[in-house]
């Protein structure tokens, strides 16, 4: 019976070995090494308070894993980045991912975060919950190939406002490679 859980460092090998799976499956083999090694670096290089990881288990297996790190905005407000996510290849399409992010956001909300942030697919994120946001609400932490997939949803149910000057995301994703 698959169980949704928060990633434990335990599961570090199985995850990584996921992201470099799924990436592999559908980009190629250089950029499943290349995710690979971000979920590798993410985890050895962001602190332990500042990194939410959430994994699908059916029978000791992971199926999915998504992670949100802490996202500094030039305010006080409490925000976290969605990314990266993997599902079992042969998971997608079922839903997975989406009651995985729901996971994710409901405890975040439970935390108190008040913005979730990501970038990615508008068709995608957009059923649970991100919509489009332009840099002049939140700008993004380096350069985007693909503007209009940089996403957000307010976990407080207010309006998103503006946030004047720079952000910082977490150091394994300041990569511009990953933007």
């Given at each position: 019976?698959?169980?949704?859980?928060?990633?434990?460092?335990?599961?570090?090998?199985?995850?990584?070995?996921?992201?470099?799976?799924?990436?592999?499956?559908?980009?190629?083999?250089?950029?499943?090494?290349?995710?690979?090694?971000?979920?590798?670096?993410?985890?050895?290089?962001?602190?332990?308070?500042?990194?939410?990881?959430?994994?699908?288990?059916?029978?000791?297996?992971?199926?999915?894993?998504?992670?949100?790190?802490?996202?500094?905005?030039?305010?006080?407000?409490?925000?976290f980045l969605?990314?990266?996510?993997?599902?079992?290849?042969?998971?997608?399409?079922?839903?997975?991912?989406?009651?995985?992010?729901?996971?994710?956001?409901?405890?975040?909300?439970?935390?108190?975060?008040?913005?979730?942030?990501?970038?990615?697919?508008?068709?995608?994120?957009?059923?649970?919950?991100?919509?489009?946001?332009?840099?002049?609400?939140?700008?993004?932490?380096?350069?985007?190939?693909?503007?209009?997939?940089?996403?957000?949803?307010?976990?407080?149910?207010?309006?998103?406002?503006?946030?004047?000057?720079?952000?910082?995301?977490?150091?394994?994703?300041?990569?511009?490679?990953?933007w």
């Open positions: 019976m698959m169980q949704l859980q928060h990633f434990n460092t335990s599961q570090t090998e199985w995850v990584i070995a996921l992201f470099t799976r799924v990436f592999t499956d559908s980009e190629g083999e250089a950029e499943g090494l290349l995710l690979g090694q971000l979920v590798s670096d993410l985890i050895a290089t962001t602190a332990p308070e500042d990194l939410i990881g959430c994994v699908a288990v059916d029978e000791n297996k992971v199926l999915g894993t998504i992670f949100f790190s802490r996202f500094q905005l030039p305010t006080l407000m409490s925000a969605l990314s990266p996510v993997a599902i079992a290849t042969e998971q997608q399409g079922q839903g997975l991912g989406q009651r995985l992010i729901q996971f994710g956001l409901a405890h975040l909300k439970e935390m108190g975060a008040e913005v979730a942030i990501t970038y990615g697919d508008p068709n995608f994120y957009s059923k649970v919950g991100f919509h489009h946001i332009s840099e002049a609400i939140i700008q993004a932490p380096v350069p985007l190939s693909h503007p209009e997939g940089w996403l957000a949803q307010s976990l407080t149910g207010r309006p998103i406002r503006h946030h004047i000057g720079a952000t910082q995301c977490a150091k394994a994703l300041q990569n511009p490679q990953y």
